[in-house]
Structures are given as structure tokens and as C-alpha cells.
């Protein structure tokens, strides 16, 4: 069964960093790609950065310059750098992951990331 475990969220100030991880496991199948997302109260779940299994990143315009993502292919786990926090980063960051050859996506349980003084 597969799992995306998540961890690395918490309280921090603004212009404050915090590093999420998510690991994925249960699948003998390479990782595709893999992502965050985030949705916050009363928002719809968007996409923050994808990075491919090749090393393909995209971001989404609120976070250009700021977010990082990297990734481990042989450990199946990807990474968000996030700098710079804002008050309106606050929110669950969900780890998605694709594997090849399997025709659905992958949701981990998500962490909660809170921007505030």
C-alpha cells in the first residue's frame, strides 16, 4: 500500500524558513513526479511546485523566488525550501506523488504550515 508521510510544518514568524519533507513508499514503481499542494480554510486546494522525475520544477507565481523544491529519486522523497514565509502561506501543504505506470495520484495526510507574530 502506497503511503506519502509528511513532516516538517509548524509555527514559524513571518520571514521565517521552515524545510517540509514527504517520503513515499509502498510502490516498487519509480516516482514520476512529484508535488505540494496547499489549501486553506474556506480555499481550494492549489498547486505551490512540481519537480519531475528528470528534474523538471514548476512553481506557482506566489511563491517564485521564495520555494525551493528538490527531490530524491532513489529515496522517493521530495523537498520544499520555503523562505521568506508570509502570513498568507498559512496553511495544510499536501504531498502528491505520480509513479510510473500507475494511472492515479498519490496524497500524503498533509502538515500544517502556520505564518504568524
Known amino acids: 500500500q502506497v503511503q506519502l508521510v509528511e513532516s516538517g510544518g509548524g509555527l514559524v514568524r513571518p520571514g521565517g524558513s521552515l524545510r517540509l519533507s514527504c517520503a513515499a513508499s509502498?510502490?516498487?514503481?519509480?516516482?514520476?513526479?512529484m508535488g505540494w499542494y496547499r489549501q486553506a480554510p474556506g480555499k481550494q486546494r492549489e498547486l505551490v511546485a512540481s519537480?519531475?522525475?528528470?528534474?523538471?520544477?514548476n512553481y506557482a507565481d506566489f511563491v517564485k523566488g521564495r520555494f525551493t523544491i528538490s527531490g530524491d529519486n532513489a529515496k522517493k522523497t521530495v523537498y520544499l525550501q520555503m523562505n521568506s514565509l508570509k502570513p498568507e502561506d498559512t496553511a495544510a501543504y499536501y504531498c502528491?506523488?505520480?509513479?510510473?505506470?500507475?494511472?492515479?495520484?498519490?496524497w500524503g495526510q498533509g502538515t500544517q504550515v502556520t505564518v504568524s507574530s
Open positions: 502528491n506523488a505520480v509513479f510510473r505506470g500507475i494511472p492515479r495520484d498519490y
Open positions: 509502498g510502490s516498487s514503481s519509480s516516482i514520476n513526479a
Open positions: 519537480i519531475t522525475s528528470g528534474g523538471s520544477t
